[in-house]
């Protein structure tokens, strides 16, 4: 079946360390995108991808950093300079970046601060 | 961008319809309606879009007023798998900023009792 998965579904981190989420979709969708959620909010923006090897920040980029080395993958990498990092990852995809095109999104990722 | 607004919550009884209300009187020409519903712990589902006219599929109708600063979302006999955050969101076409950034606020809470 098509869709996205993200990898794992829950994550714990300590205090200083970096850790890297993992997001890949067979839609063969140009465009990717990672959201973070905290409880009983909406989605913000961390960066997105409209092609392989470019990626631009979102509302919220800083203590996060990405790459698009594959279509198909999409990796988040949450490091120690984001404090407050205990949220929702939701990763998206859609056809190819047009403001009017359907998103299609992942399971998800819960990160744990120990 | 253009925001939306929303009741924070509502009730339905199983079986019956629900509409879920968004004002969006800022839209623009190109923007179009479009509504996702979140489950809990889940990712973000799609439900429907429109630009100008009513659209019915499988899971939902959208109904968009004559002057498009409001549309509803309606569920034609609630379940309870339909107990939900519902978001109404406007999507512009692509060019400068609009790429496909979905901007979610609070959505709606959807309790449905048996």
């Known amino acids: 079946d098509g869709g996205i998965t993200q990898s794992p579904k829950y994550l714990f981190r300590k205090e200083g360390q970096n850790v890297t989420l993992s997001c890949e979709q067979n839609?063969?969708?140009?465009?990717m995108y990672w959201y973070r959620q905290d409880p009983g909010q909406g989605l913000r923006l961390i960066y997105y991808s409209q092609i392989v090897n470019d990626f631009q920040k979102g509302d919220i980029a800083e203590g996060y950093s990405v790459s698009r080395e594959k279509k198909e993958s999409f990796p988040l990498t949450v490091t120690s300079a984001q404090k407050n990092p205990t949220a929702f990852y939701l990763c998206?995809?859609?056809?190819?970046?047009?403001?009017?095109?359907?998103?299609?999104f992942g399971p998800g990722t819960r990160l744990l601060v120990l | 961008d253009a925001k939306t607004t929303q009741p924070n919550s509502m009730e339905s009884n199983e079986e019956e319809p629900v509409h879920l209300p968004c004002n969006h009187s800022?839209?623009?020409?190109?923007?179009?309606i479009h509504w996702y519903r979140q489950l809990p712990s889940q990712g973000p589902e799609y439900v429907i879009h429109?630009?100008?006219s009513n659209v019915n599929n499988r899971m939902a109708s959208l109904a968009i007023a004559e002057d498009r600063k409001s549309s509803t979302l309606i569920l034609h006999r609630a379940t309870l798998r339909d107990a939900a955050v519902y978001y109404c969101?406007?999507?512009?076409?692509?060019?400068?900023?609009?790429?496909?950034?979905?901007?979610f606020g609070q959505g709606t809470i959807l309790t449905v009792h048996p």
């Open positions: 998206a995809s859609s056809g190819s970046g047009q403001g009017r095109e359907t998103q299609y």
């Open positions: 429109g630009l100008t």
């Open positions: 800022t839209i623009s020409g190109t923007d179009y």
């Open positions: 839609l063969n969708h140009d465009a």
């Open positions: 969101i406007l999507t512009g076409n692509a060019g400068g900023t609009s790429y496909g950034k979905l901007t």
